[in-house]
Every structure is written in structure tokens, then in C-alpha cells.
């Protein structure tokens, strides 16, 4: 899925009159298929875009166009088709305690599924090599069978990640998918992702708070305060751009040191974690 992204701004629903929209005026075009990471300190509006790239935040102002449509133009049913195109994966995926993975996995089909596909699911669940081979791409396809709150904390990002490469969505914006993961199986997961994607043809944009995994990323976005602070290729994304993109919060935040954020290196460990 293609998308431009002209002057676009966004307000949460809650947030005060007098606060500073989550999203400053922003532009970009993404190409179908492309690959993109975001970046930036915390609070910085990343998931706000993803909300509202996945039309889940109406924009205050500017334009949002997904394959040359505008969604907030279209009738109410040609929405829901559209957002049945879109796959936003939350960083803890709302799974229903009692559920099964195997269930839990497929549900990210029903809006691209007819009813009586839907209905019949329920009582036993249809495309089951297809699940299992999904969470076999997270190194979870032993709990297919399993019951989700019998989960730990990682292996349910995982399964929310497995829902991902079945719903049939031609954009996947996926919020933090390493934040639960230690770093052998969040290499593994970001791996999976970005395989299964170019697959599919799919447009990924993830974001992510560790540097050297967005940097391996062909575009990077660095976003602040709301603001495209840069949107770059990742070979131009230079330690001096990061260190500007992340300067001060630390301090503001946690009053430690700031964070070494080299990209690259052999000096970098495996993960960075910048919050
Ligand atoms: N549901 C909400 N209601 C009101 N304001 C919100 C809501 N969610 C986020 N905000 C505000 O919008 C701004 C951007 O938040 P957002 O969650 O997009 O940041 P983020 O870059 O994803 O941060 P993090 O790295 O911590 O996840 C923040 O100032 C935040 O306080
Ligand atoms: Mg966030």
C-alpha cells in the first residue's frame, strides 16, 4: 500500500485543549512495499502516526492518502474495507486471556473473511498450517494449541506479531515489536517481520527504541516533539542525527547520562535500548 502524508497533525481525543497536538504538520510519501523505521525519544508521536496511518486517529488538519484514497472521505462501509487492508499490531497485543493461540493467530483474518468463513471458525478453527507456520517464524509453533494467558509476556508479543503475516493486510504498522524479546529472538522477530513482508508485498513501518535495528532498516524516521525531526536513508543516519534526535531526554527523563546511540559498531551491544 502507498501513502502520502501531507501537513498532516493529530490530536488524541483525551488530550487537553492547551496541550501541543501529539503530531506537528507532517509530510512524506511511502512507497507500496517499502520498509521504514521510526525512531525517537518516548512521547515523541510515533504510535500516535501509526494510529493514525492505520486510520484510527482522525488528522485536526492535512491530508492522509492511502493508495491515492483519502479514508476520511469514504462512506462509513468503504472505510471498514479499507482498515481490513490495514494491520496496526499494538506493543501488547489486547489477546483475550482465555483464548487459544491457535485462535487468538487466526482472528487477524476476520475482516478479510466472509461471515459464514467466520462463523465456521468458531467452532473449529479453519487454516491451521497457516497459523502454526506463522508462530513457527517466532519459534512459538509449540503453543499453537495453548491457552494465551498461560503466555509469558514475550510470547505474547510474539503471537501478536504472528497475527501480523496472516491477516492479508497490504500495510502492517507495527508498534515496539522488540519490547518484550530478549535479543537472540528479537533478532529472529525482526527478521521474520521484514521476510514475511517483502513476501507479501507488504509496506512495513515499525517502530522501534533500538537504534541498531532501526538502522538496518533501508528509510529511517526520526520523529521529536511531534515533528519529522529527519526521514532518511539509514546509511545517512549518522551518530551526530541521533544524538540530536535523542539529545536532553535522557537527562529530562531518568537524570542519567545520555545514551550511547551509535548506529553501528563493534563498541554498540547487540540491542540499544534508548528510553
Ligand atoms: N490516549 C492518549 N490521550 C491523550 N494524549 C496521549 C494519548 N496517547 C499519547 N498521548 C500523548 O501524545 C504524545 C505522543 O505520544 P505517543 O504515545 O505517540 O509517543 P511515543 O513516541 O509512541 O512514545 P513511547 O516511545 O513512549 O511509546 C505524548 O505527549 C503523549 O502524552
Ligand atoms: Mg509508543
Redesign the pocket.
Known amino acids: 500500500m502507498r501513502i502520502s502524508v501531507n501537513g498532516l497533525s493529530a490530536r ?4 487537553s485543549a492547551t ?1 501541543a497536538p ?1 503530531l506537528q504538520p507532517l509530510s512524506f510519501e511511502i512507497a507500496a512495499g517499502e520498509q521504514v523505521a521510526i525512531i ?10 501509526l494510529f493514525a496511518l492505520a486510520c484510527a486517529l482522525k488528522p485536526m488538519a492535512g491530508s492522509l492518502r492511502l493508495d491515492d484514497t483519502d479514508p476520511w472521505g469514504l462512506p462509513v462501509p468503504r472505510l471498514q474495507k479499507l482498515r481490513g487492508r490495514l494491520l496496526l499490531a499494538p ?1 501488547t497485543p489486547p489477546l483475550p486471556p482465555r483464548q487459544r493461540v491457535i485462535t487468538s493467530v487466526l482472528a487477524a483474518r476476520l475482516p478479510n473473511q466472509s461471515l459464514a468463513a467466520s462463523l465456521r471458525s468458531l467452532i473449529y478453527p479453519t487454516h491451521i498450517a497457516e497459523a502454526e507456520a506463522a508462530l513457527a517464524r517466532f519459534d512459538l509453533a509449540s503453543k499453537l494449541w495453548d491457552r494465551v494467558d498461560r503466555l509469558s509476556g514475550g510470547e505474547r508479543q510474539r503471537v501478536g506479531l504472528a497475527r501480523t503475516l496472516v491477516s492479508g493486510a497490504s500495510l502492517w504498522l507495527v508498534d ?1 515489536p522488540l519490547s518484550s524479546l530478549d535479543p537472540s529472538r528479537a533478532a529472529l522477530a525482526i527478521e521474520s517481520l521484514t521476510q514475511a513482508a517483502r513476501e507479501r508485498s507488504a509496506t512495513l513501518i515499525t ?1 522501534l ?1 533500538q537504534v541498531d535495528v532501526a538502522t538496518r532498516f533501508p528509510r529511517v524516521i526520526g ?1 521529536r516533539e ?1 515533528h519529522l525531526h529527519f526521514d532518511l536513508p539509514s546509511r545517512e543516519v549518522t551518530h551526530e542525527r541521533l544524538a540530536a534526535l535523542y539529545a536532553q531526554h535522557e537527562h529530562e527523563l531518568t537524570g542519567a547520562p545520555p545514551v550511547d546511540v551509535t548506529p553501528t559498531g563493534e563498541a554498540a551491544p547487540a540491542v540499544l535500548y534508548c ?1
Open positions: 488524541h481525543r483525551a488530550a496541550a501529539a525517537g525519544p518516548s512521547g515523541a508521536g510515533k504510535t500516535t502516526l506493543q515496539e517502530t527504541h520523529l511531534g528510553r
